[in-house]
């Protein structure tokens, strides 16, 4: 995994000095979603998470987007269905990348992340955690997406925390 990383790092930093032909240079979003299935050593739970993603775009081919960022986002985790409010918040920061396919009006897109921190509210150390996503992403005027996604993530804690979420959003693109 850490070539992996090393891989996609040198592959951003060299896209950066490359001519960029896409529709925006820099987006930037705001999404928030339900986590309608997620499991840890047996146990489910429903989450709300939301959060900012931020990417550099450039032209891979004609059509076909590349964004590489960085991507923050907090989780509200919820056990036992039976009580009260929300029993934890999960922190996640990482790299994220997405892969859009540049139609005129409707953009579908993969997307995919790598948390290097990624902390419940009472951890003592940071770990890691993993997304992909797959989602549509809609002009409304110029510059400015409406976007829906289905995002599968882990975490790894001791237990693998697996979330399955819908994320709705919109993206600013610059």
Do not use: C
Request: hydrophobic content about 40%; proline content about 3%.
């Amino acid at each position: 995994m850490k070539n992996f990383i090393r891989v996609l790092l040198l592959t951003g930093g060299l896209i950066l000095f490359i001519n960029s032909n896409s529709y925006a240079i820099v987006d930037v979003s705001a999404y928030g979603g339900f986590g309608f299935k997620g499991e840890v050593a047996g146990m489910d739970y429903k989450a709300l998470p939301y959060g900012l993603k931020v990417h550099y775009n450039t032209s891979i081919v004609p059509m076909l987007e590349m964004g590489l960022g960085v991507y923050y986002q907090e989780m509200k985790v919820k056990f036992d269905t039976l009580s009260d409010g929300w029993d934890a918040k999960r922190q996640t920061f990482g790299l994220d990348m997405n892969l859009i396919l540049a139609l005129p009006i409707i953009h579908p897109y993969g997307r995919f992340t790598y948390g290097f921190w990624d902390k419940f509210e009472d951890d003592t150390e940071n770990y890691k955690a993993w997304g992909l996503g797959a989602g549509v992403e809609l002009t409304v005027i110029p510059f400015l997406r409406l976007f829906g996604e289905y995002n599968y993530d882990v975490a790894d804690h001791g237990e693998k925390y697996k979330t399955n979420s819908i994320l709705l959003g919109l993206k600013f693109d610059f």
